[in-house]
């Protein structure tokens, strides 16, 4: 199964610049997720509401033009599938939680709050972390094997972005997000791009204004977390740092489920 995941930063923009139709036609992959769609699905266009050989599933944020997330699911995948939106106990008005649920397998392709809006935003910021961080735990009790993908908005360590000295103190940099991600870690849960290779240095995403990615001064902040048992599936872990259409790029798991 190929996997990608995409914070295609305006799911419109992107599909008028040519440049989701040329990924789909050069990875042809099973699972498409898409992050900060920044659309309603009576905005999209038929391409985009169904797309060739695709299933497509939205989870739109209320507010107009911001968030949300969305899924390309390969015809005939699955026999039979579960869209999750949202998490329990939890208000995601901002459509940040999107899952594909097939038997025991779930796959979630999530956008994570930034939290750099404001004081109460940061607090949001960590709430959300520990509420994913314990929904999985649950499902992962009842026997589900988990895959999680998307943009969870932090650079876990020095050698996750450009310049770390300079941002010791920039939000998705901070101690208390960085350490959300090894309490994932010492949970069992595993960053498959840092397991497979640990002293790799490569980026998911670069200020666009200053012309970072030209000069790749970026982070990476778009991952794959597995449960550790479903470590030993995966085949293969990339960047395509070479996919323009956003300040993000694609991130691809191939794994055999």
């Known amino acids: 199964m190929k996997i990608i995941s995409f914070n295609v930063n305006g799911i419109r923009a992107i599909e008028k610049k040519g440049e989701l139709?040329?990924?789909?036609?050069?990875?042809?992959?099973?699972?498409?997720?898409?992050?900060?769609?920044?659309?309603k699905a009576d905005q999209l266009s038929d391409?985009?509401?169904?797309?060739?050989?695709?299933?497509?599933?939205?989870?739109?944020?209320?507010?107009?033009?911001?968030?949300?997330?969305?899924?390309?699911?390969?015809?005939?995948?699955?026999?039979?599938?579960?869209?999750?939106?949202?998490?329990?106990?939890?208000?995601?008005?901002?459509?940040?939680?999107?899952?594909?649920?097939?038997?025991?397998?779930?796959?979630?392709?999530?956008?994570?709050?930034n939290g750099g809006k404001s004081a109460e935003a940061w607090k949001e910021k960590l709430k959300f972390?520990?509420?994913?961080?314990?929904?999985?735990?649950?499902?992962?009790?009842?026997?589900?094997?988990?895959?999680?993908?998307?943009?969870?908005?932090?650079?876990?360590?020095?050698i996750d972005l450009a310049r770390p000295k300079e941002n010791e103190k920039s939000i998705g940099f901070l101690p208390e997000e960085r350490a959300w991600v090894d309490r994932l870690v010492a949970d069992d849960w595993v960053d498959v791009f840092r397991k497979k290779f640990p002293e790799t240095v490569s980026y998911t995403w670069w200020q666009m204004q200053s012309r970072a990615r030209e000069r790749n001064i970026g982070w990476r902040i778009d991952y794959f977390i597995v449960d550790k048992s479903l470590y030993g599936a995966v085949k293969d872990v990339r960047h395509l740092n070479d996919q323009l259409g956003s300040d993000h790029c694609p991130i691809v798991l191939d794994i055999k489920i």
């Open 21 to 39: 139709a040329k990924l789909i036609a050069h990875e042809k992959p099973d699972l498409l997720f898409l992050q900060e769609i920044k659309a």
């Open 47 to 113: 391409a985009l509401l169904k797309p060739a050989g695709y299933d497509a599933h939205y989870h739109s944020a209320e507010k107009p033009g911001y968030s949300g997330t969305g899924v390309f699911l390969k015809k005939s995948l699955f026999q039979n599938i579960e869209i999750l939106r949202g998490m329990p106990k939890w208000n995601d008005h901002e459509g940040r939680i999107l899952g594909v649920k097939a038997g025991d397998l779930i796959v979630f392709g999530n956008y994570f709050p």
């Open 129 to 158: 972390y520990d509420h994913f961080h314990n929904y999985i735990a649950e499902l992962r009790k009842k026997k589900h094997r988990i895959i999680f993908t998307g943009d969870l908005n932090v650079a876990h360590a020095p």
